[in-house]
């Protein structure tokens, strides 16, 4: 499976950024996929995952911020990113994926930076 994010860019804090995915070679309705951040100096993180019934899951930090999404009939999925805050600096990385209380990313795609100024 190939995976290709895009959205990312260089926004102040407080402003929003939606973040794309595109998935080819796979059935993209069969995939469970999501998003890890990884920042400077920082260990890759969980940020939110979809379930291929469309259930979505979110880490503690964005829940209330962020918001994942997928079309099926696009094979894409998608992070809106509200109220952005500088640390949520980082390269985010879309990722197909497996877990359920706990995510992991099986495979991956190249990432996208987003930066937040203060």
């Known amino acids: 499976v190939q995976l290709q994010a895009s959205g990312g860019g260089l926004v102040q804090a407080g402003d929003s950024l939606r973040l794309s995915c595109a998935a080819s070679?796979?059935?993209?309705?069969?995939?469970?996929l999501g998003w890890f951040r990884q920042g400077s100096g920082k260990e890759r993180e969980f940020v939110a995952a979809?379930?291929?019934?469309?259930?979505?899951h979110y880490a503690e930090s964005v829940e209330d911020r962020f918001a994942i999404s997928r079309d099926n009939a696009k094979d894409t999925i998608y992070l809106q990113m509200n109220n952005l805050k500088p640390e949520d600096t980082a390269v985010y990385y879309c990722?197909?994926?497996?877990?359920?209380?706990?995510?992991?990313?099986?495979?991956w795609g190249q990432g996208t930076q987003v930066t937040v100024s203060s």
């Open positions: 990722a197909v994926v497996s877990g359920g209380s706990k995510w992991w990313g099986d495979y």
């Open positions: 070679g796979r059935s993209f309705s069969g995939l469970a």
């Open positions: 979809i379930t291929t019934g469309g259930i979505p």
